[in-house]
């Protein structure tokens, strides 16, 4: 099923077409209206002019997440603020907050591509979405919740947090489509559990996970858990929010709204673009924006671009699912692992439950990695031997499938904490031990 068959499923010539009449308009009016791009393309030598095809993006220079801080907080906006209907920010996990401008018609174009979101996820006008993604400057829960409106379906606004009061809502109003991060969805599994609810009871059909890494194990985790099929939605406030792509009933990776964005794969170190199936950083531009465009936005994301066709119809290229920002890319004695590959291995063992956390120290210039992860309580009273030939069958999974050695911890059930947003996975000590 379509949102919006005619711009989802267009041919690529059509699209091409239509993306480079949108890139030329979005880069005249950013060099016009932004002065921050106008002196970016200026000292690159680039006039927006002289991009005649879509190709010719790549001379154009590419926009960092310190280029957005600098301007804080209304540099970027392309309109006066009289036209600015609503802001949210980011505040990442460093720093300065960066800040983003919705015009009325960006809104609208916003829960048009959330729309298609929910509609990719199977939802249609009688489903009953409780978006437990936080409201607030926070794009997560405002996105889903317009989104869902315009779709005509009945949206419960209940925002993160509160989760025994979640549970109860989700059995008592019949919620049939849930949102929020994977790492909450699997919190709400655990307190459904302690209030004697089994999910088989209630009327969940799918959910609409994202905002953070997951692996497929953890799907496979969650989707048993909660009863339901799990969606992956992805989007940054940068770029517009939740809505720049999403999984169809396929799930071989996740359709880039190609008519709003145009997103390129690049080698993080040369900048150079990758072709099709090569992984590197994703690059976002967007071309329907007014406020804040973004134009080669560099998302720090890791994933590889997919242009075959898919089988559910729709044309639009499909991003692998983001292994991770390169910010939380681990380098242990000279091997990359993403937090997400650890994941896969945990989930996959026998016994290990799906909360875990990843600490990285510096002994004596080395790099050192414990990975703390909780197994059931009857696995967990048993005699030290058993405990210690799993953490010991783990360490050497993680050895043989990623190279590094690491040291596992087995902790108690419910020491590691919850989530009810975005899970901090990774503890960095390093910058600590200097
Ligand atoms: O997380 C927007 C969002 C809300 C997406 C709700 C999906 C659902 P930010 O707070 O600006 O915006 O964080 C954006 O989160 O660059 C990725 O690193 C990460 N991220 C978002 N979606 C996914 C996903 C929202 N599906 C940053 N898989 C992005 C992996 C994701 N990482």
């Known amino acids: 099923m379509f949102w ?23 880069l005249d009016r950013a060099y016009s209206k932004i002065p921050f791009y106008k002196k970016k393309f200026d000292d690159a030598g680039v006039k927006p002019a002289e991009i005649k095809t879509l190709n010719d993006l790549k001379s154009v220079p590419f926009t960092t997440k310190n280029d957005l801080r600098d301007n804080y907080p209304f540099g970027m906006f392309a309109e006066p603020l009289d036209d600015i209907v609503r802001v949210h920010a980011s505040s990442g996990t460093t720093g ?96 459904a559990a302690e209030m004697g609810i089994d999910f088989k009871q209630l009327n969940l059909k799918a959910g609409i996970f994202g905002a953070e890494p997951w692996s497929e194990s953890m799907r496979q985790e969650i989707e048993a858990k909660l009863n339901l099929k799990a969606y992956d939605i992805y989007g940054l406030s940068e770029v ?39 992984q590197g950083e994703l690059v976002i531009t967007t071309i329907t924006k007014e406020a804040t465009p973004v134009i080669r936005y560099r998302t720090k994301d890791v994933t590889s671009l997919n242009f075959e066709p898919c089988a559910c119809g729709r044309t639009h290229a499909r991003m692998q699912r983001v292994f991770g920002r390169s910010d939380d890319m681990l380098i242990i004695r000279g091997v990359n692992v993403f937090p997400s590959q ?48 799993l953490s010991g069958l783990i360490e050497q999974e993680i050895r043989e499938d990623l190279g590094i050695g690491a040291k596992v911890t087995l902790v108690e059930p419910k020491t590691i904490q919850r989530s009810e947003g975005k899970a901090k996975r990774l503890v960095d000590k390093r910058d600590l031990a200097g």
């Open 4 to 26: 919006d068959e005619k711009n989802e499923a267009m041919s690529r010539d059509e699209m091409q077409v239509l993306q480079l009449s949108r890139l030329q308009a979005t």
């Open 96 to 191: 300065q907050v960066t800040v983003v401008g919705y015009t009325a018609t960006d809104i609208d174009t916003w829960a048009e591509l959330v729309t298609r979101c929910i509609v990719l996820s199977g939802g249609t006008k009688k489903d009953i979405i409780q978006v437990a993604y936080g409201y607030g400057l926070f794009t997560g829960g405002l996105g889903l919740h317009y989104g869902g409106e315009k779709l005509g379906a009945m949206v419960i606004p209940m925002s993160g947090g509160n989760t025994k009061r979640q549970i109860q809502v989700m059995k008592d109003f019949g919620s049939t489509i849930l949102c929020c991060t994977p790492s909450y969805a699997l919190y709400m599994g655990e307190v």
């Open 240 to 278: 517009i929010g939740p809505g720049v792509a999403n999984e169809c009933e396929v799930q071989q990776g996740l359709h880039v709204f190609e008519d709003h964005f145009i997103p390129e794969v690049i080698d993080p170190d040369s900048g150079e673009v990758l072709g099709p199936g090569e």
């Open 342 to 389: 650890i994941e896969e291995i945990l989930m996959s063992v026998e016994g290990t439950e799906p909360h875990y956390q990843i600490i990285v120290d510096r002994q004596k210039a080395l790099d050192e990695v414990e990975i703390q992860v909780e197994v059931a309580a009857d696995i967990f009273s048993d005699e030290i031997k058993r405990l210690a030939q």
